[in-house]
Structure formats: structure tokens, C-alpha cells
């Protein structure tokens, strides 16, 4: 890894009710509890994300939503506003995780409002890109990162770039068992660091850059100890608390 504070993040999905979330945490941060020099961030539901702040209040773990609306507020029914969000307490928010922009229509467009909405209400945006296996296999994958950057990222002016956290989540790599290879990863989020460098050399040196896809206490260790991959966004495998506590482990 590199002079950049790695990251390593748990996207709990639609899991975990308040019990539950109270349940991982009892016992997850005693664990990390002498962990200063990583980033852990804990993504519940909405539901769950007060209880989360509570109990974390007095440690470095940090809370992010899963999802934020770019409006600050306004007749948008089921939809929860970055406002509201830091008003309890979270700290930042999962934008455009493959999930959302497959089963819920999140479009670039709606991307490059709600990442200016989520820095405007002191919320860390998680910018998750990544290509589809088709679109490896026809190898569009530089083409598919660079439309996303440039478009998800358009509201952002340069010397704020570095504000925002990318996850690479290559799309056949979510919830499928089948982890990009160190290699892989590696050369994606260098080729995403360079369209950030594009814009703002300083920004591309500082911004940190995640790889999620199936990351496992098995292979955390391997796509940590690589200088491009600035930690890792973890889905199935933050589901378990030691488990996790392990994986956050192998980013020191
Ligand atoms: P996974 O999910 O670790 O279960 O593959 C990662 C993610 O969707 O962020």
C-alpha cells in the first residue's frame, strides 16, 4: 500500500436489522479497537444507520449510507436527502453501486447530482464503477471506466476530487465468488488514477481507490498489499464480524 489512509469498508445491503446491527457491532469493535491507521466504514440500512453512529460514536469505525437523493428535500416519496443523513451522524454514502444502477435505474446522470449533494452536506462519497463481464470480454472495460468517472464526476470541480472515495467493482466480480485478480484490480483503478490524473495530478496522487468484488479473508491480504489498491469495499464477507475484523487486519 501506499502514503494513502487505505479504506476498508462493509456494504451490509439489505441485511441486518437494528438487533443485528447492534449484534456485529458488540462484538466487531473490540476487535479494531487499536486500528488507527485504517479507514473502517460501516454501510447498514437506513433503518439501522442511527444505532450504528451510537455505538461507534466513540471509536474511529465511521457509518455511510447506501444510497442518498440529490435533492436536498421535496415531494420525492420513499427517498431519503444528504441532509438528513448527516443530521444523525453519517459520515459518508455508497453511490452507484452496480445493484442500484441495475435494479433501481441509477443513471450517470443521476450520479453527478448526488455526488455534489452528498460533499455538500459533509458526506463521503463512495463512487462505486466497474464494467460488466461482456463488457471485459469485448474489452470496452477502459471505455465503460472513463464514461463513468468523467460523467459520475463531472459536478465535482478538480481540488475537490480527492474528497471522494472510487470503488472499482468490476460488475461479474459482486456476490459471484469470482475475485478479480490482484493483477486485474490493479490495472483497473490505474487506469481509473489516471483519469483523475487527467484532471488534477495532486488529486490522482491523494484520492483513494477501492477494490470490491468477492473479497474474502482468503484474498483481502493479496489485493491489499498491492501500491494502486487503497482498500477494499466488502459485501458478503462484512457480513460476519470476526470475518471482517480479519479482512480490516490484513490492510495494515
Ligand atoms: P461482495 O459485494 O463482496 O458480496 O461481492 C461487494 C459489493 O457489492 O460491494
Known amino acids: 500500500m ?23 457491532l458488540g462484538d466487531f469493535l473490540p476487535q479494531v479497537a487499536d486500528v488507527s491507521e485504517t479507514e473502517i466504514v460501516i454501510c447498514p440500512s437506513y433503518v439501522a444507520l442511527q444505532a450504528a453512529v451510537e455505538l461507534c460514536a466513540q471509536t474511529r469505525v465511521r457509518i455511510a449510507a447506501q444510497n442518498v437523493h440529490e435533492e436536498t428535500e421535496g415531494a420525492f416519496t420513499g427517498e431519503v436527502s444528504a441532509p ?10 455508497v453511490l452507484g453501486h452496480s445493484e442500484r444502477r441495475t435494479y433501481f435505474a441509477e443513471t450517470d446522470d443521476a450520479l453527478a447530482r448526488k455526488v ?32 463513468q468517472v468523467d460523467a459520475d464526476l463531472a459536478g465535482i470541480e478538480d481540488g475537490r476530487l480527492a474528497e471522494v472515495v472510487i ?33 488534477s495530478a495532486e488529486a490522482a496522487d491523494s484520492i483513494r481507490i477501492l477494490y470490491g468484488g468477492s473479497v474474502t479473508t482468503e484474498n483481502a491480504a493479496g489485493l491489499l498489499g498491492r501500491a494502486q489498491i487503497d482498500g477494499a469495499l466488502v459485501g458478503g464477507a462484512s457480513l460476519d ?7 480490516v487486519t490484513a490492510a495494515r
Request: hydrophobic residues 45%; aromatic residues 4%.
Open 2 to 24: 501506499s502514503h494513502r489512509t487505505p479504506v476498508i469498508a462493509a456494504n451490509w445491503k439489505m441485511h441486518k436489522t437494528i438487533e443485528e446491527a447492534e449484534a456485529f
Open 241 to 247: 464480524s470476526d470475518g471482517f475484523a480479519r479482512i
Open 167 to 199: 470503488a472499482y467493482e468490476p460488475v461479474w466480480a459482486i456476490g459471484t465468488g469470482k475475485t478479480a485478480t490482484p493483477d486485474q484490480a490493479e490495472e483497473a483503478i490505474g487506469m481509473i488514477r489516471s483519469l483523475i490524473g487527467a484532471r
Open 116 to 147: 455534489p449533494a452528498a460533499l455538500a452536506a459533509r458526506l463521503r462519497p463512495i463512487l462505486c464503477v466497474g464494467e460488466t463481464e461482456s463488457q471485459r470480454e469485448a474489452d470496452a472495460t477502459e471505455d465503460v471506466l472513463r464514461r
Open 84 to 93: 438528513m443523513l448527516e443530521e444523525i451522524g453519517v459520515s459518508g454514502v
